[in-house]
């Protein structure tokens, strides 16, 4: 399995400002993935994040809003942009491609995020 | 309705009791279904995976694929309080990018 840091790991932040996350791997991954788990809610993706290209983002959510940067196979960063409550939730790194069958997913610890 | 639906719980069980958590799904298409454990404050960690139908064992814990009832089930035997968490399930086309369940707060009470 990956071993997974999160930078930070809480914040609180005022509305309008933004705040970028850091994802570092301990082993170089294909894929990171960007999850929100709004309080009390399941995980939903966010985006996923491919080094060399600009990420791929699901329906419901902006590049303006969550830019995203992979420089390399190690790290990647989410911003979350022009923040208002509605956006305080726990945001997710997780990586896949290094389980046996290259579908396993890992996560970090999560960044516990409050917009007041 | 959802892709997959899991019922949230609260399950409050004793210790020793055989835990059984569900899922259904709406989408044949899915290959591949995980089970993570997340503690509270705490990241999903990835506990049971298992690829199409049929059953995974590893240790007290057994993931069933029921791909023809889009169903399937995590038994947990001999239940500990440490196993306390809430459980999600999770699954891909195999493209790597999972869907969730909403995730069942469990309890084991001493």
């Known amino acids: 399995s990956a071993v997974i840091s999160q930078k930070p790991s809480r914040d609180i932040c005022q509305r309008g400002t933004s705040l970028t996350i850091q994802c570092q791997v301990d082993s170089q991954v294909t894929m990171m993935f960007w999850y929100r788990q709004q309080p009390g809610q399941s995980l939903t993706l966010i985006a996923t994040?491919?080094?060399?290209?600009?990420?791929?983002?699901e329906s419901g959510f902006v590049i303006d809003k969550f830019p995203i940067s992979r420089p390399n196979l190690t790290f990647s960063t989410l911003t979350v942009s022009n923040m208002s409550p509605e956006d305080s939730s726990i945001y997710l790194c997780s990586v896949s491609g290094t389980g046996l069958l290259n579908t396993e997913a890992f996560f970090g610890q999560g960044t516990r995020l409050t917009v007041v | 309705q959802k892709e997959v639906e899991q019922d949230p719980g609260p399950l409050s069980v004793p210790e020793g009791a055989i835990v059984s958590l569900n899922c259904t799904y709406s989408?044949?298409?899915?290959?591949?279904f995980m089970w993570y454990r997340q503690y509270s404050r705490k990241g999903p960690e990835l506990l049971m995976y298992t690829y199409s139908s049929g059953n995974k064992e590893d240790g007290r814990f057994t993931a069933q694929v029921d791909k023809s009832s889009k169903y399937i089930s995590l038994f947990i035997r001999d239940s500990q309080p440490s196993d306390s968490a809430t459980y999600l399930c999770?699954?891909?086309?195999?493209?790597?990018?999972?869907?969730f369940g909403q995730g069942t707060r469990l309890t084991i009470n001493p």
């Open positions: 989408n044949s298409a899915f290959q591949y």
């Open positions: 994040a491919n080094q060399g290209s600009e990420a791929t983002y």
């Open positions: 999770a699954m891909s086309f195999g493209a790597q990018k999972l869907v």
